[in-house]
């Protein structure tokens, strides 16, 4: 295994979730049923799926000083992360989300990101010697756009690969986009960052055209129960996935992004690594929860690809 570092720089939440015959309406209380408090947040659910996979990697995130901060940081230590700089916020609480779901699945969240939204481009000088150590930045949406332009231009400019995973979906400035050794939006997210619609692999190869020609080298774009579709270079790839009964998809597309991540610092091809990925996001549809679904390297041994 490779001993290169990874470095994800991202958000970390702590879910609450009710579960309720149905959800309320405005200014209504229902009784709801089971109750449960888990690890979450984009950045954090990637951190926890390299170190699974057998990845080297630091967590560059922002908490409260409170229960849920300490809480994480005791996880993430326990998952073999690095934690020397995982931030604490004084004043703001660490992030949560509140989420209600019905006995059909449906549901209903409210997010205070919390010391989430003041992970600032100072806290990420304070990194900048791991980041700059790093072989691979990996990032997403969750925290502010000036933070994670700032911590790419730093990155790029040192030669380290940045991988952006770009969600929430969200407009991106041509000069991050130009700083990005590889993008991997979802369907819904390509959309928005080409004006394409996405639903098969034609005008997957066209979204991914218009996003490479702003300066990105690699676009990878997640299909679900479709695969993926790569661009590198000149070349296409389309990646298939093996017909898989889904119980929860929460995590997958994390799951997707770290394995990828993993198999890249490994020294796999593109296409390579994208087909690990798919077999580790693979097992997480399986499986409910977030970070309680992400696989163990140990596990992708014994799922063979498509």
């Given at each position: 295994?490779?001993?290169?570092?990874?470095?994800?720089?991202?958000?970390?939440?702590?879910?609450?979730?009710?579960?309720?015959?149905?959800?309320?309406?405005?200014?209504?209380?229902?009784?709801?049923?089971?109750?449960?408090?888990?690890?979450?947040?984009?950045?954090?659910?990637?951190?926890?799926?390299?170190?699974?996979?057998?990845?080297?990697?630091?967590?560059?995130?922002?908490?409260?000083?409170?229960?849920?901060?300490?809480?994480?940081?005791?996880?993430?230590?326990?998952?073999?992360?690095?934690?020397?700089?995982?931030?604490?916020?004084?004043?703001?609480?660490?992030?949560?989300?509140?989420?209600?779901?019905?006995?059909?699945?449906?549901?209903?969240?409210?997010?205070?990101?919390?010391?989430?939204?003041?992970?600032?481009?100072?806290?990420?000088?304070?990194?900048?010697?791991?980041?700059?150590?790093?072989?691979?930045?990996?990032?997403?949406?969750?925290?502010?756009?000036?933070?994670?332009?700032?911590?790419?231009?730093?990155?790029?400019?040192?030669?380290?690969?940045?991988?952006?995973?770009?969600?929430?979906a969200a407009f991106l400035p041509d000069e991050l986009l130009r700083s990005l050794y590889a993008i991997i939006p979802n369907e819904n997210e390509a959309e928005m960052l080409s004006g394409v619609k996405v639903f098969d692999w034609e005008s997957a190869r066209k979204a991914a055209d218009l996003i490479s020609s702003k300066g990105v080298e690699i676009v990878v774009i997640t299909m679900g129960s479709k695969g993926a579709l790569i661009k590198e270079g000149t070349?296409?790839?389309?990646?298939?996935?093996?017909?898989?009964?889904?119980?929860?998809?929460?995590?997958?597309?994390?799951?997707?992004?770290?394995?990828?991540?993993?198999?890249?610092?490994?020294?796999?091809?593109?296409?390579?690594?994208?087909?690990?990925?798919?077999?580790?996001?693979?097992?997480?549809?399986?499986?409910?929860?977030?970070?309680?679904?992400?696989?163990?390297?140990?596990?992708?041994?014994?799922?063979?690809?498509?």
């Amino acid at each position: 295994m490779s001993s290169k570092k990874i470095v994800v720089i991202g958000s970390c939440n702590t879910d609450m979730v009710v579960k309720s015959n149905r959800l309320p309406v405005p200014g209504e209380t229902v009784l709801g049923g089971a109750f449960m408090m888990n690890p979450g947040g984009k950045g954090a659910n990637q951190a926890v799926a390299i170190a699974r996979l057998s990845g080297n990697v630091t967590f560059i995130c922002k908490t409260g000083n409170d229960l849920f901060g300490r809480q994480s940081i005791e996880m993430y230590s326990e998952e073999n992360i690095n934690t020397e700089y995982v931030f604490s916020d004084p004043q703001l609480p660490s992030g949560v989300a509140l989420i209600m779901v019905d006995t059909n699945g449906e549901n209903c969240i409210a997010v205070a990101s919390g010391a989430n939204g003041s992970l600032s481009p100072q806290d990420i000088d304070k990194a900048k010697d791991i980041i700059e150590a790093g072989d691979i930045l990996l990032m997403q949406l969750e925290i502010p756009m000036e933070t994670v332009q700032y911590a790419a231009r730093l990155a790029h400019s040192k030669g380290i690969r940045v991988i952006l995973n770009p969600a929430p979906a969200a407009f991106l400035p041509d000069e991050l986009l130009r700083s990005l050794y590889a993008i991997i939006p979802n369907e819904n997210e390509a959309e928005m960052l080409s004006g394409v619609k996405v639903f098969d692999w034609e005008s997957a190869r066209k979204a991914a055209d218009l996003i490479s020609s702003k300066g990105v080298e690699i676009v990878v774009i997640t299909m679900g129960s479709k695969g993926a579709l790569i661009k590198e270079g000149t070349e296409y790839h389309e990646v298939p996935v093996a017909k898989i009964k889904a119980v929860d998809t929460t995590a997958a597309g994390d799951t997707f992004c770290g394995a990828l991540c993993v198999a890249i610092s490994e020294g796999q091809s593109t296409l390579e690594a994208v087909k690990f990925a798919n077999r580790a996001a693979g097992i997480t549809v399986t499986r409910e929860g977030a970070q309680a679904a992400i696989p163990y390297r140990k596990e992708l041994t014994m799922t063979p690809s498509p």
